[in-house]
């Protein structure tokens, strides 16, 4: 069965530190990834995704992460972490069986002190 | 559009009790979800449909009932409360030929005593 990791539960940073999350998927196929943030009180949100071509995605917020299909990895990047970052983060993974659109991670929260 | 909405934000129930959480979507989305939120556990699929009339169960259905009878309504009944149903319900939409590209709605908070 297809599965994500994400292998910080939380992180801690300082305003202007950088940041990596990671995520490790299972399935070896062809595969599409997503980051999704949900700040305080708020609904998940797309940040990024890949589906082809260019392993570095860009997405909102100045946010990237990078598809690194040797290791199974999708990390998400962002070279200067602000307040307003502090939030839950999610990596899912395109479900391959029919109906199972996404399967997501147990998330990462992120906390960041002013 | 409203995108997808959710009603009510919070309700708090006794064991036993039953109650049915409201979701509804104006984007003419076909496939509609629904998931449970719980600390250090992510997002778990509890039921899904791909079309009105269509409905299927995901990773976690026990307890929970859904029915589609129209393409923008997807409500999730719970028929006896139980605390181990104390989470955060988030519906979701997308078109069926992107699924994975989903609508969240904002969330209903429930605490089961």
């Known amino acids: 069965a297809q599965s994500v990791s994400q292998h910080n539960h939380h992180v801690i940073l300082s305003e202007a530190a950088s940041l990596e999350l990671g995520c490790n998927y299972s399935?070896?196929?062809?595969?599409?990834l997503f980051w999704y943030v949900q700040y305080p009180g708020q609904h998940l949100q797309l940040l990024l995704k890949y589906f082809s071509g260019d392993p570095l995605v860009k997405g909102i917020k100045g946010f990237e992460a990078e598809f690194i299909k040797s290791k199974f990895s999708f990390n998400l990047r962002k070279p200067s972490v602000q307040w307003s970052d502090t939030a839950e983060y999610f990596c899912a993974v395109r479900g391959n069986q029919a109906g199972t659109a996404l399967i997501f991670g147990k998330g990462t929260t992120l906390s960041v002190s002013s | 559009n409203a995108g997808v909405t959710q009603t009510p934000k919070f309700q708090v129930l006794k064991t036993g009790q039953s109650m049915t959480l409201q979701c509804a979507q104006d984007m003419n989305h076909e496939y509609m979800s629904w998931y449970r939120q719980d600390p250090g556990m992510g997002l778990r699929l509890i039921h899904y449909s791909v079309g009105a009339g269509i409905t299927d169960q995901g990773e976690v259905p026990n307890g929970y009932n859904v029915s589609r009878s129209t393409t923008e309504d997807f409500p999730l009944r719970l028929l006896s409360a139980a605390p181990s149903q104390t989470s955060v319900y988030f519906c979701?939409?997308?078109?069926?030929?992107?699924?994975?590209?989903?609508?969240f709605g904002p969330g209903t908070r429930l605490t089961v005593t």
């Open positions: 979701a939409s997308s078109t069926s030929n992107r699924a994975y590209e989903q609508y």
């Open positions: 399935y070896g196929g062809t595969v599409n």
